[in-house]
């Protein structure tokens, strides 16, 4: 731990994002001790306030194209007039953009916090989809993307919105799930990692070789599962050598039942 903190110390970056970490853990402990109404007023400015600032730097990019666009002559056909708008509302200058983002990222951060804390702290596909909902009608009708038909646009809009990301939860909430079979391998899987064995993984989980037979792993049980003599030896070696298993240290391999300690 002293290393860490010296290593920490000496580098001025890993220092800032320390401190940046604790903060923002200190101020998501303290809003929960804020009144709901509180928390959602303060999560939604702040949240408008970083989309504002993202807004604004992408529309330093945009705000050529934006200027070129002509304006809608009186009798423009509704449709033209409309998707004239839209593209204006998605390549405004850094005022128009910060407008946007801010809308977007504040009722969607807004929305999602008054759920959570209706919900008791649940997040999930639901949530997700009515912040997006909502951020979307909002952003529609704030941006005039919508037209002469603001509440149809802005419906429109708000389901599109939460047909993506209600997709993208779902997406990361599949990648971000870890196997419950992988949970019976963490500790095979470090020392496994250790040893530069990685590829060696799937043959323990073939042979069922799970966290809790690493003490009676021997010769034999590691050459049933095709695991060749080199790093068959290089595993028991280790095996042997002993460790440390919340903080203390194991014995050698039993002469008497010729097992060896977990180790990791």
Not at 4 to 32: E, F, R, Y
Request: hydrophobic residues 40%; positive net charge.
């Amino acid at each position: 731990m002293m290393q860490a903190t010296n290593k920490a110390d000496g580098n001025p970056i890993q220092m800032i994002q320390l401190k940046v970490k604790k903060l923002d853990s200190d101020l998501k402990v303290w809003l929960k001790k804020q009144p709901a109404a509180v928390e959602v007023v303060l999560v939604t400015a702040g949240s408008a306030v970083q989309g504002g600032a993202i807004g604004a730097l992408m529309g330093t990019f945009s705000s050529d194209v934006a200027s070129t666009m002509p304006t809608p002559p009186p009798g423009l056909n509704p449709e033209a007039a409309a998707s004239l708008q839209q593209a204006k509302a998605f390549a405004g200058g850094p005022l128009t953009q910060a407008r946007n983002f801010a809308v977007m990222t504040g009722v969607n951060a807004g929305i999602t916090c008054a759920m959570k804390r209706a919900r008791g702290g649940k997040e999930d596909l639901q949530t997700s989809a009515v912040a997006a909902f909502g951020s979307g009608a909002v952003f529609s009708a704030v941006s005039g993307m919508g037209g002469p038909n603001v509440l149809g646009n802005a419906l429109t809009t708000g389901f599109f919105f939460a047909l993506v990301q209600g997709g993208l939860f779902q997406l990361g909430k599949k990648f971000a799930k870890t196997p419950t079979e992988d949970k019976d391998y963490m500790r095979s899987k470090s020392m496994l990692e250790k040893l530069s064995l990685q590829k060696y993984e799937k043959n323990f989980k073939k042979g069922m070789l799970t966290d809790s037979t690493l003490h009676l792993l021997n010769d034999s049980s590691l050459r049933d599962v095709q695991i060749p003599p080199g790093p068959r030896l290089l595993i028991l070696d280790h095996l042997k050598s002993g460790c440390c298993i919340a903080g203390q240290k194991m014995s050698q391999r039993d002469p008497a039942s010729g097992y060896m300690p977990c180790c990791v």
